[in-house]
């Protein structure tokens, strides 16, 4: 057996390989470039329709009229007879002597994939903003704390210092944002302001 026959046959095997962990979405051709006008040796995935004995197709053919042309064209665009898109890489196979004898193609039908991607862009999308921030993660009595010690310190003040008017704004602020929902919140509040059970109700009226 000839070096150029034994790449081609290890070659096959591995089209069919590839083939065959992809089905019905990746078709991979081996081409025999001593031969192009029988060039495909091995097909499988036949999503292009082509079958063993067809031609070369001109990237095979611009391959076997110049020796310089890369060793590998990587995911560029393509398209099936039927229309479907495609993705497609060519790797050359070259001989001892620096000669190309075969051609190992794979083409990625991406329509399916393409119908995917915008379903998912579909569910990810969102509708306008809600009218305020909303945090998902749940609420602690230590951010509470800090939440009010911030609040005071941005007025210059302490929590037990600011105005009525302030705690006010504040309580209400952290009701809307369901910090009197935690435990203990109240009391914490009353302890940290300075103020009453009665006066946090009342702020809340």
Not at 117 to 125: E, K
């Amino acid at each position: 057996m000839t070096e150029d026959e034994l790449l081609l046959r290890e070659a096959e095997k591995i089209a069919h390989a590839v083939g065959r962990m992809f089905p019905g979405l990746c078709e991979v051709v081996l081409h025999d470039l001593r031969d192009p006008a029988h060039a495909v040796r091995a097909i499988e995935g036949g999503l292009s329709g082509r079958a063993v004995g067809d031609p070369a197709t001109e990237l095979g053919l611009a391959r076997i009229a110049d020796p310089a042309f890369p060793d590998v064209l990587q995911n560029y665009p393509n398209r099936f007879p039927d229309g479907r898109p495609a993705k497609s890489t060519s790797i050359g196979i070259r001989n001892a002597g620096g000669e190309y004898v075969a051609a190992l193609c794979l083409n990625l039908d991406v329509s399916l994939l393409g119908s995917a991607a915008h379903a998912l862009a579909r569910l990810a999308a969102t509708d306008e903003q809600a009218p305020l921030t909303e945090s998902l993660r749940a609420r602690t009595a230590d951010e509470l704390r800090a939440l009010v010690e911030d609040y005071a310190t941005e007025r210059g003040h302490t929590p037990r210092s600011l105005p009525a008017g302030a705690k006010k704004d504040l309580v209400r602020s952290l009701k809307e944002r369901g910090f009197l929902e935690l435990k203990n919140a109240v009391p914490a509040l009353t302890d940290l302001l300075g103020i009453s059970r009665a006066s946090v109700y009342n702020y809340l009226r």
